[in-house]
Nanobody
Framework: QVQLVESGGGLVQAGGSLRLSCATS????????MAWFRQPPGKERELVAS???????YTANSVKGRFTISRDNAKNTVYLQMNTLKPDDTAVYYC?????????WGQGTQVTVSS
């Protein structure tokens, strides 16, 4: 079965950095577009960044210049490097894999940024 397992979340002070990882299994990783979403407390889930199977990236304006998405097809893993974190970045971060064959989600990892 398909599994997406996020890791790397935690508590960090404002201005700090974290690197999230999403390890996948059970799917042909290189054929999937991958994305990171987040859901702040009391708010809807929103797209943070995405990367196509060809490596083209999109980053939301709210994190542009601070967050970078990347993928390692050899490791079936997608990453989100988060720098200069702000309290507004506090959220549960979810990994997503999508193509014509399916749309899959991880269980989420909590990121908390203290001021």
């Amino acid at each position: 079965q398909v599994q997406l397992v996020e890791s790397g979340g935690g508590l960090v002070q404002a201005g700090g950095s974290l690197r999230l990882s999403c390890a996948t299994s059970g799917l042909t990783f290189r054929s999937y577009a991958m994305a990171w979403f987040r859901q702040p407390p009391g708010k809807e889930r929103e797209l943070v960044a995405s990367i196509t199977s060809d490596g083209y990236t999109y980053t939301a304006n709210s994190v542009k210049g601070r967050f970078t998405i990347s993928r390692d097809n050899a490791k079936n893993t997608v990453y989100l490097q988060m720098n200069t974190l702000k309290p507004d970045d506090t959220a549960v971060y979810y990994c997503n894999a999508r193509n014509w064959a399916g749309n899959y989600w991880g269980q989420g990892t909590q990121v908390t940024v203290s001021s």
